[in-house]
T-cell receptor, first 116, second 113 residues
């Protein structure tokens, strides 16, 4: 089954304790992206990756790191989480279309993170 | 800057029509529409590109005015299953970040029997 998986689905942690949220897709998509969703603010892009070893900042990259060593995986790293990073996080993947457009995105189920 | 969506919320009765608007202050290469039901991940509805190309579900229609950088999503003969939050997103091809997607804050659509 074509899908995007995220782990963990729920996480409660404390300020400053490094954590990684994994994201994996089995559709051979080139484009992958991380979003955070907060009430009233919609979906905000954190980082995206156009292909292996190629990443770029979205609109809210501060406090986050990403890596893309393999095509299928795109982990999100919080080196020193803070309470303002409490949010619902979505990973998404997409084939890049002709002329470099971002095509239909397939979203993972989400990770609800609470930082105390 | 996030695209601005209007209205923020709308309530319909089954069978009624609705239009959701999305306006960007930046020149867009493409406009994306997604629907998210409560507690679920967003699901793709449609992409509209400069030049008129579209890709999306047969039962959904939308438009993209390139001159005004405005897009509208048309929901006709609404069904209960249309309820959810609708997001528009814009892909800009300027400023070096050609693959960045910026979404609006969403429009909550409620369809009642």
């Amino acid at each position: 089954e074509a899908q995007v998986t995220q782990n963990p689905r729920y996480l409660i942690t404390v300020t400053g304790k490094k954590l990684t949220v994994t994201c994996s897709q089995n559709m051979n998509h080139e484009y992958m992206s991380w979003y955070r969703q907060d009430p009233g603010l919609g979906l905000r892009q954190i980082y995206y990756s156009m292909n292996v070893e190629v990443t770029d900042k979205g609109d809210v990259p501060e406090g986050y790191k990403v890596s893309r060593k393999e095509k299928r995986n795109f982990p999100l790293i919080l080196e020193s989480p803070s309470p303002n990073q409490t949010s619902l996080y979505f990973c998404a993947s997409s084939p890049t279309g002709t002329s470099g457009r971002v095509d239909e995105q397939f979203f993972g189920p989400g990770t609800r993170l609470t930082v105390l | 800057q996030q695209p601005v969506q209007s209205p923020q919320a709308v309530i319909l009765r089954e069978g009624e029509d609705a239009v959701i608007n999305c306006s960007s202050s930046k020149a867009l290469y493409s406009v994306h529409w997604y629907r998210q039901k409560h507690g679920e991940a967003p699901v793709f509805l449609m992409i509209l590109l400069k030049g008129g190309e579209q890709k999306g579900h047969d039962k959904i229609s939308a438009s993209f005015n390139e001159k005004k950088q405005q897009s509208s999503l048309y929901l006709t003969a609404s069904q209960l299953s249309y309820s959810g939050t609708y997001f528009c997103g814009g892909q800009s091809n300027s400023g070096g970040s050609n693959y960045k997607l910026t979404f609006g804050k969403g429009t909550l659509l409620t369809v009642n029997p």
